[in-house]
């Protein structure tokens, strides 16, 4: 029998338009908008209505860029699939693609098994995977086209962490010109580890131990530079780029230079680089800990650029990069060496409220706002039209926002599994009312209705943003 949810009286927002319309879906899928207070509108039945009047009704997020339970430094990232998909679900968020990671000395496959299962049956929401690439070599780049095949398009490659991540520039040549080929997406986290790694050691033996000193190393030089190196080996091999977390103004200098050419240049920045900055690293008895993740906050002059670069689409996405790791016993293993603080932060319930705090504060527009978390991640990673839009036959992931709510947000009442909140006390304008995931009530007027399972593993197409 089939399931019919008509949402009545809204604003639909998508990265196109705004228009008054009500939005029928029908198991699980949408399949009809007409005009509000129209004939054909008022013509529909449905099973439920949902009154979304005074309400935005937009795209449910899509987040392209997630750890969860990632393991980093001896411990593993707090969020399960399951709670940090919860936290997801209350934040607006109905796509996650979180990182598979090759280990060095393994295949492909058999890291990218382990993350099926630990996913399968725990999300509640829908979710893909890209692969990190540990161990570049002849099997592995191989493997690459069947994972392309499979739905798993996109590989990330680090320049920085050696002997952890890390990938020479033979490697991200070699791993570059395969996706020239096979239609895979590489994702670049673009700093130079060598060279930090010499700064971490010299700064450690002249006792500078706090977490400020993790922002003091991971120079913005040396994101530009490592961002510039990658856009010439991406050059070098044909293929397209997409620089994960950008956080420095000369990064998107980089960035802007490349796309000004013409080149296949994409980059992602995370609200944390939007709204924090090395003052929070800076906080006093090891608070500063909280705020530690590579690439790394910088100071609040960067912030303007990040902005600039999302209105001028230098940057296009806007991730969370969530890999949150408590401060109680996770983020207190780097008490006298900021080295061994584990890199993270949490944020994946809140991207959507914190980008619409940037509508009210004039930064972006509200389609922009769409674009940026919903329609553009959709497209970069193959999910295009099923996911991040609001439209006949996408699938049914629908957010009814409240525009005028007021929130605070604080580890107090958050859903993450993680013991504090780097947006403690934080304002915001805003607020997730209902969300539908494939036509199901996930968040039901502020209440969790969700389960773990409810959420499937969602293959991906190549980049749809290329075209
Ligand atoms: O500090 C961060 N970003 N941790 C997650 C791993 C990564 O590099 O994205
Ligand atoms: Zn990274
Ligand atoms: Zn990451
Ligand atoms: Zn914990």
């Keep these: 029998m089939s399931k019919r949810t008509l949402v009545r009286g809204g604003l639909v927002i998508t990265a196109a338009d705004e228009v008054h319309a009500d939005v029928l879906t029908e198991d699980g899928r949408i399949v009809a908008l007409a005009a509000g207070g129209s004939d054909v509108a008022a013509s529909w039945t449905a099973d439920r209505v949902i009154d979304a009047t ?57 890291g990218l098994d382990a993350w099926y299962a630990k996913a399968d049956g725990n999300c509640a929401i829908d979710y893909g995977f890209h692969m990190i690439l540990a161990d570049v070599n002849e099997h592995s780049l191989n493997e690459m086209d069947l994972l392309v095949q499979e739905g798993i398009t996109s590989f990330k490659l680090f320049m920085a962490y050696p002997g952890v991540f890390y990938s020479d520039d033979g490697k991200i040549l070699r791993a570059m010109q395969r996706t020239s080929h096979n239609g895979g997406l590489i994702m670049m986290h673009a700093e130079n580890g060598i060279a930090i790694d010499v700064l971490v050691e010299q700064a450690l033996a002249a006792g500078r131990t706090d977490p400020r000193y993790h922002g003091e190393v991971r120079k913005v030089l040396l994101e530009a530079e490592a961002t510039h190196r990658a856009i010439q080996l991406a050059r070098v091999a044909d293929a397209p780029l997409y620089v ?21 240049v994409f980059g992602e920045t995370c609200p944390q680089y939007l709204f924090l900055s090395t003052d929070n690293l800076a906080e006093p008895d090891f608070e500063g800990a909280k ?21 001028t689409n230098d940057l296009q996405v806007v991730s969370t990069d969530h890999c949150p790791f408590c401060f109680t016993g996770q983020k207190e293993m780097g008490r006298g060496d900021f080295s061994k603080i584990p890199n993270g932060l949490p944020g994946v319930e809140h991207r959507m409220d914190l ?11 509200r389609r922009r706002w769409i674009e940026i978390a919903c329609a553009t991640p959709a497209r970069m990673f193959g999910l295009y039209p099923k996911k ?50 494939r036509g199901e009530l996930v968040i039901d007027g502020r209440k969790y209705t969700g389960r773990p399972g409810h959420g499937s593993y969602t293959p991906r197409a190549t980049c749809q943003y290329l075209t």
């Excluded at 200098?253 to 013409?262: I, S, V």
């Excluded at 980008?355 to 527009?365: M, T």
């Design 355 to 365: 980008l619409h705090q940037a509508v009210v504060e004039g930064h972006i527009s």
């Design 388 to 437: 991040g839009t609001i439209a006949p036959g996408a699938d049914a992931d629908i957010v009814i926002y409240d525009p005028h709510a007021e929130q605070t947000l604080s580890a107090e009442t958050h859903h993450m599994d993680v013991d504090y909140s780097v947006y403690e006390g934080k304002r915001i304008t805003g607020q997730v009312e209902t969300v539908l995931s």
């Design 291 to 311: 705020y530690v993740c590579s690439t790394p906050l910088r100071p609040r002059e960067h912030q303007a650029a990040l902005w600039r670069g999302l209105r």
């Design 54 to 110: 005074n309400k935005y009704v937009i795209p449910g997020g899509v987040d392209g860029h997630t750890h969860m339970e990632m393991p980093f430094g001896g411990t593993f990232a707090a969020d399960t699939f399951e709670t940090g998909t919860r936290a997801a679900a209350w934040g607006g968020t109905t796509t996650i693609v979180d990182f598979a990671i090759q280990s060095p000395g393994q295949a492909l496959r058999e």
């Design 244 to 264: 994960v977390h950008v956080s420095a103004e000369e990064a998107v200098a980089e960035l802007a230079a490349a796309r000004d050419k013409g080149l296949p």
